[in-house]
């Protein structure tokens, strides 16, 4: 059974995953990372029969005696019940479709196993929690979704006023059981900055807080489940694979790390941010550990983030010449990624929404560098359909309509203005 230690604790304190869950970000305002990874034989991910299947046989190894096979079983069947293709563009590039689940992101195979994970533990104990989310676009929507309705838990979901798609922000705001939507008059940034106060605040001590960001090591478990279940789906098992993974929060790099130390033949990422450049830069040597930027707004919103919560944990855990081997960054501006679009769907009759185009574009590039021949799986975010506007901009057409996008606008809404200020957060919280 694995434990874990916060990013912060000299002593490395260890504390047993139901802890990690519940608590989200540690006392001293540190990130939960794992005191070892589980090995792994490629049986595990080669002949499972579905992702939840897999699922099962990679977090039982985590999780061991703390969640019963019987409930585990129980737990990812319930929630990892859509598809996760993995589509061939050509005979060494392809695109993992993550946004199949109800809310079209990748975000709901970490939010809606996590919740159901909290709301075991949470009922056993006879506890609550109060979630706190900041969302630059997919996360709130999915973690809204996953969460509604659980009946120890209410969501508090914080997201930029104006800075998130239409239909993003429609996801957030439509009225669900035990979620309060909150559009934070600033940047992401601002709203995460105001997650972070809220867990160490006095006054908010009382409160049971956890988080649902991928600062929860709970949320990045079961997004390592994907890069396992990509290479399950490859033609051929390859003898290394190279993954794409657009980038903005660095949770999602941080579940292919753990797939890659569990023993997935990875000899690269390529982490592919927008203008939000900061990673590109540490990787490239020319910015310091920390020494973040302001968040800079872009078509691929959701990756509109300046100082990346997980870059703490990939620090601690790779150390600065260990993540600079094994991870290779670039950014790429609104132009290049809508000229990527075009170039996808002219080459491959292919419809990628912003996100998707910038892991493209990134991979495209890393190719060029490097003459790596390694077959590369490209991490596909969120589906088109979000993105109207983007599609019509770089295609000239409608993407295709989605029925589950279709029905936000039939239901009602509720979202309440807020200054990025920790005092009027408190003020709705007490």
């Known amino acids: 059974m694995v434990a874990y230690y916060s990013t912060r604790d000299p002593a490395k304190k260890l504390v ?4 990690a869950l519940l608590q989200g970000l540690a006392p001293d305002g540190g990130l939960y990372v794992p005191d070892h ?9 080669l002949e499972a029969r579905s992702l939840a299947e897999l699922g099962v046989r990679v977090l039982g190894a985590w999780l061991g005696e703390e969640v019963p096979l ?12 859509f598809p996760c293709p993995l589509v061939g563009l050509s005979e060494d590039l392809f695109v993992l479709e993550l946004f199949h689940g109800p809310t079209l992101s990748f975000k709901d195979f970490g939010a809606r196993t996590m919740a159901r994970l909290m709301q075991y533990f949470l009922g056993r104990r ?34 930029p006023k104006g800075k998130v798609s239409e239909v993003q922000e429609r996801q957030l705001i439509i009225q669900r059981p035990g979620v309060r939507s909150f559009a934070v008059e600033g940047s992401f940034d601002d709203c995460q900055r105001l997650v972070k106060q809220a867990f160490t605040d006095p006054d908010l001590a009382h409160l049971p807080l956890s988080s649902a960001n991928s600062i929860n090591i709970g949320r990045l478990l079961p997004q390592a489940l994907y890069y396992l279940w990509a290479v399950r789906q490859l033609p051929t098992p390859p003898q290394k694979v190279n993954f794409a993974v657009p980038s903005g929060n660095l949770g999602n790099l941080t579940g292919g790390v753990l797939a890659a130390w569990m023993g997935l033949p990875v000899r690269r990422f390529i982490a592919a941010h927008n203008a939000n450049h900061f990673f590109p830069d540490f990787l490239a040597g020319r910015a310091e550990p920390y020494q973040f930027h302001p968040t800079i707004a872009t078509l691929s919103n959701a990756m509109d983030v300046g100082a990346p919560s997980n870059f703490e944990r990939l620090y601690v855990l790779l150390g600065s010449q260990e993540l600079r081997r094994l991870v290779w960054g670039t950014c790429v501006d609104d132009a290049e990624t809508l000229a990527r679009m075009r170039q996808t769907y002219q080459r491959y009759g292919y419809v990628a929404c912003p996100h998707t ?37 770089a295609l000239g057409l409608k993407p295709p309509k989605e029925a589950a996008l ?11 203005t807020l200054p990025p200020h920790l005092e009027a957060l408190k003020a709705h919280l007490l």
């Not at 079983?73 to 990892?80: D, P």
């Open 16 to 19: 047993r995953f139901e802890e």
């Open 37 to 45: 990874v589980p090995q792994l034989k490629p049986s595990t991910w």
């Open 70 to 81: 019987p409930h585990l079983e129980a737990i990812l069947h319930e929630a990892l019940n």
């Open 126 to 159: 006879g506890q609550r929690r109060i979630i706190l989310v900041a969302t630059s676009g997919d996360t709130g929507s999915a973690v809204a979704d996953g969460f509604a309705g659980q009946e120890n838990i209410e969501v508090v979901l914080l997201y």
């Open 357 to 393: 185009a910038v892991g493209l574009e990134a991979q495209a590039r890393y190719r060029q560098e490097t003459r790596d021949p390694t077959p590369l799986i490209s991490l596909a975010c969120a589906h088109p359909a979000k993105f109207p506007q983007a599609i019509a901009q």
């Open 406 to 416: 279709e029905a936000l606008w039939q239901r009602p809404t509720q979202v309440q």
